[in-house]
């Protein structure tokens, strides 16, 4: 079955320090992974996605098939970085695809 | 650019009480989700409806109904609220239901007392 696991509730780290979310997935097929972001009470956005390799707000994402990750990290943590991280595995089911979550990490930096 | 809008933001109901949360978007896309929020849960997918005229269940759909009523509209219906569905809804949309990118409404805050 398709699952995502993110093994950390709660990531706190200090300005300047350099930030990793874990995330581990279980998928047979081909994934397509993606890092969606929520600021306090905003709505989810995506804040990358594998396919495009690309970095955004400073972040970068490697998926590593091997070990079945796509860790989120970035060098240097900025308060405004303080949010919750979802990590989603996109896959095909049948004729239909879809999106599963994981649990969710809560990202804190302090000043 | 709306993209994603629901309604209400926030609602209280008593156990028993029936409602619909509504949500509709503007870019044309063809698939469109409910998920339900939960503090150490996740994102959970209520139900889905890959393109307009089709809804399928998702992780957790008992206690829900769903309607597709257009290619812009997806409605999610508590019949019966329960206690248990307290939570955080969100609406969401994607071009197509193979991994593209979701786009999220702000959020529906349900109480059931």
């Known amino acids: 079955a398709q699952r995502v696991t993110q093994p950390e509730k709660l990531l706190s780290v200090f300005k300047g320090a350099p930030v990793e979310l874990k995330c581990n997935y279980s998928y047979s097929g081909s994934p397509e992974l993606f890092w969606y972001v929520q600021y306090s009470r905003q709505r989810l956005q995506l804040l990358l996605r594998?396919?495009s390799r690309e970095s955004i707000k400073g972040f970068t994402a490697d998926l590593n098939k091997g070990e079945t990750s796509f860790h989120l990290k970035k060098p240097f943590a900025q308060e405004e970085d303080s949010a919750m991280y979802y990590c989603a595995l996109g896959y095909y089911g049948g004729s239909q695809g879809n999106l599963i979550f994981g649990k969710g990490t809560k990202l804190s930096v302090k000043p | 650019n709306a993209g994603v809008t629901q309604t209400p933001k926030f609602q209280v109901l008593k156990t028993g009480q029936s409602m619909t949360l509504q949500c509709a978007q503007d870019?044309?896309?063809?698939?469109m989700y409910w998920y339900r929020q939960d503090p150490g849960m996740g994102l959970r997918l209520i139900y889905y409806?890959?393109?307009?005229?089709?809804?399928d269940k998702g992780e957790v759909p008992n206690g829900y109904n769903v309607s597709r009523l257009n290619k812009r509209e997806f409605s999610l219906r508590l019949e019966s609220a329960a206690p248990s569905q307290t939570s955080v809804y969100f609406c969401a949309s994607s071009e197509l239901a193979s991994g593209n990118t979701i786009y999220f409404g702000e959020g529906s805050w349900l109480t059931v007392v």
């Open positions: 870019m044309n896309h063809n698939s």
């Open positions: 594998h396919i």
């Open positions: 409806s890959a393109s307009e005229g089709t809804t």
